[in-house]
């Protein structure tokens, strides 16, 4: 089992950038896939990214491929994700959450974090 905690949430202009981080507790957060996913107020919730345990292979959805970088660092248990050239749509409560799956699907994550808000101004 793993506990996420979600940070660096903030409003930002438009072209900003802000990193969010995912603090883990429990010595298994490195046997996880981890994944970033975000919802808008009266939207589903939406995959953002995707890394394996090792950190060897990302995947991220269409929205953010190019401008978002998603990484780990196994000796401190915690993600990042890096948001570059944000858009105004990109405002959304941001999740991180644990896979035992490499996959896009909310369902497949069965740990998560309360969430952070990001809101990108025009």
């Known amino acids: 089992q793993v506990q996420l905690v979600e940070s660096g949430g903030g409003l930002v202009q438009a072209g900003g950038s802000l990193r969010l981080s995912c603090a883990a507790s429990?010595?298994?957060?490195?046997?996880?896939?981890m994944g970033w996913f975000r919802q808008a107020p009266d939207k589903e919730r939406e995959f953002v990214a995707t890394i394996t345990w090792s950190g060897d292979y990302t995947t991220y959805g269409d929205s953010v491929r190019g401008r978002f970088t998603i990484s780990r660092d196994n000796a401190e248990n915690i993600l990042y994700l890096q948001m570059d050239r944000l858009k105004p749509e990109d405002t959304a409560v941001y999740y991180c959450?644990?896979?035992?799956?490499?996959?896009?699907?909310?369902?497949?994550?069965?740990?998560w974090g309360q969430g952070t808000q990001v809101t990108v101004s025009s």
């Open positions: 959450a644990a896979s035992v799956y490499y996959k896009r699907t909310p369902e497949a994550y069965g740990f």
């Open positions: 429990g010595r298994t957060f490195r046997s996880y896939v």
